[in-house]
Every structure is written in C-alpha cells, then in structure tokens.
C-alpha cells in the first residue's frame, strides 16, 4: 500500500484550510505568535501568494478576516469535483 506523500498531505491541509474559509468566518492576527485559527504561518503566507485567499483589515480583538478569492472558490470547486468523480 502507497503511503501518502508529505506534499499531498500538505495540499490536503491546505485544502481544508479553503474549505473552512469558504464554510465559516475565520479570523486570524498576523503576529507570528498569535496566527490563530489552526492556521500555519506557511499556510497563510502560501494561501495569500497564490492569490487563493485576501487578508482584510485588522478588525480589534478580532483579527483578520480571511476571504476566498474568485481563484480560490475555482480551485476548491476543482478539487471537490475531481474526489467525487
């Protein structure tokens, strides 16, 4: 039996991360410290750069609230359609 790859248990964790940002409202602070949300710094910083998810502004005792993009409900879309096929 294959064993998972560390890369697709990356990209599922990320996946995840999309899914609750598309199912919920996730706010997180952007001190290394206090990231938040059972989010990674990595996770976030790899999310933001791909264009996947926007930060918004800093909302107090609230954080930052965390907003899938056009690109990022595609790609959520996309891998949700392959696992049911």
Not at 27 to 52: K, M, Q, S, Y
């Amino acid at each position: 039996m294959n064993q998972p790859q560390p890369t697709d248990l990356l990209a599922v964790a990320r996946l995840a991360v999309l899914f609750r940002i598309a199912t919920e409202e996730i706010h997180v602070f952007r001190d290394p410290l206090h990231v938040g949300a059972g989010i990674t710094p990595g996770t976030l910083r790899h999310l933001t750069e791909t264009h996947l998810i926007t930060v918004g502004d800093h909302e107090p005792t609230r954080g930052h609230r965390l907003t899938l993009t056009d690109t990022g409900r595609d790609a959520l879309y996309a891998a949700i359609s392959t696992q049911e096929a």
